[in-house]
Every structure is written in C-alpha cells, then in structure tokens.
C-alpha cells in the first residue's frame, strides 16, 4: 500500500511561485510513475507531469518551462516547482503514483493564483 500526502498549496499573485510536496508512505520500490495532475473547477482531471522510474519526464505544454518536477527518493518526496503563475493554473493539484499497475492518489492541494 502507499498514501500520499500533499503539502504547499495557497494563494498567491500571478507571476509568482510555489512548491508542492508530495511525501510518500509505504514502499517506493514498486512505484513506476509518479506525477502531478490537476483539477480546475468545472473541468476535468488532467495531467500535469509525470516522472518514470527511468526519470523520463513529461510536461504538458501549458507548463513547460515554468513547472520544474522532482523526487528525493531518500526523503521519499516529490516535488513541483511552479513558476510564473498563472490565474488558469488555478486547481486543485493531485500527487499520483503508479504502484504495481495500481494508482494511488493524493486528497489534493489547493493552488488559487489570483490578484
């Protein structure tokens, strides 16, 4: 089993930047991907970023070169830096991982971008 925990969401002004964290419980040797992805109000889950055990990363385009992912695997914690905020980044963004050909999900963390 794994559970994932979110951390570092909040309000903040476009143009700006935040952290998420995503800790992860259980063992990480059966995880696969690992990623972020995000639910806007009114529209539907979709991908953010995803990170394979082979590091190949995957960005959607609204984001590339502004979301940076990342993973400690001591502190089993992965990361998303996010600059140069924008109002339509505003969601609710969601720590997944592929364990075992099983998702598993974070109960999300609360980004508004906003002036």
């Known amino acids: 089993q794994v559970h994932l925990v979110e951390s570092g969401g909040g309000l903040v002004q476009p143009g700006g930047s935040l952290r998420l964290s995503c800790v992860v419980s259980?063992?990480?040797?059966?995880?696969?991907?690992m990623g972020w992805y995000r639910q806007a109000p009114g529209k539907q889950r979709e991908m953010v970023t995803i990170?394979?055990?082979?590091?190949?990363?995957t960005y959607r385009d609204s984001v590339k070169g502004r979301f940076t992912i990342s993973r400690d695997s001591a502190k089993k914690t992965m990361y998303l830096q996010m600059n140069s905020l924008e109002p339509e980044d505003t969601a609710v963004y969601y720590c997944?991982?592929?364990?075992?050909?099983?998702?598993?999900w974070g109960k999300g963390a609360r980004v508004t971008v906003s002036s």
């Open positions: 990170i394979t055990s082979n590091d190949e990363i």
């Open positions: 997944n991982v592929l364990y075992r050909g099983i998702d598993f």
């Open positions: 259980g063992s990480i040797l059966g995880i696969n991907i």
